[in-house]
């Protein structure tokens, strides 16, 4: 059983380079979900795709951007990466948005910009 | 925005009886969620309220006042492994979930 699974786990950026997250789900889930964990913030939603084709702004979306081609991968990418945007990024996904279903969540990617 | 409390840390013994409160105050309410978070892991889920009462899952219980803007998350007959953060989360008007910052709980022997 996969889930969810996130690459790379660990990733050490230069400033100014381009990134890219990868999400991939396996459980046709319609709602994906992009989430930044900062100590002392909690999680804080970037981006959100309620289905395939569709993406909306979350909490704090400066800096990223995700694409939704297909129901299964929600990549996540920094054009161009600053140090605030170190962080352990988390991608989820639900049955379905607007639903009383559940987040699952993959393990995460630990990102580092210097 | 949204604007959910939770305490920052706290200890207990093995066997013994914690609570994790959680307020809240959301622009709508759909839900609320609990979620532990083992150090270096995923969140995975504990609990959800829709509505008011106590919902008890074995070991772990959460409750819900709506009127009140409060939940909160019992862990009972603690054990080592309980050691990890535990979120709380609103699931607002929008249907986007808002978190706290979490509770980090420590279990000592």
């Known amino acids: 059983i996969a889930g969810i699974t996130q690459a790379p786990t660990s990733q050490i950026l230069a400033a100014g380079r381009r990134m890219t997250l990868r999400c991939t789900q396996d459980?046709?889930?319609?709602?994906m979900y992009w989430y930044r964990q900062d100590l002392g913030l909690g999680l804080r939603l970037i981006h959100y795709s309620n289905t395939a084709g569709t993406t909306g702004k979350g909490e704090v979306p400066d800096g990223y951007s995700v694409s939704r081609a297909n129901t299964d991968d929600f990549p996540l990418t920094l054009a161009s990466a600053v140090p605030s945007q170190t962080s352990v990024y988390f991608c989820?996904?639900?049955?379905?948005?607007?639903?009383?279903?559940?987040?699952?969540f993959g393990p995460g990617t630990r990102l580092t910009v210097l | 925005g949204q604007n959910i409390d939770q305490p920052t840390e706290m200890t207990a013994t093995e066997g013994a009886i914690v609570q994790i409160n959680c307020t809240y105050q959301t622009s709508g309410f759909n839900g609320l969620f609990w979620y532990q978070q083992h150090a270096g892991e995923a969140p995975t889920f504990l609990s959800y309220n829709v509505l008011d009462g106590l919902e008890e899952k074995g070991r772990f219980s959460s409750f819900l006042s709506r009127s009140k803007g409060y939940s909160y998350l019992l862990l009972k007959e603690l054990q080592m492994k309980d050691s990890a953060s535990y979120l709380c989360a609103v699931r607002d008007g929008d249907y986007k979930l808002s978190f706290g910052a979490g509770t980090t709980v420590t279990v000592r022997a």
């Open positions: 989820a996904s639900s049955e379905a948005a607007g639903s009383t279903d559940t987040q699952y």
């Open positions: 459980m046709r889930h319609n709602a």
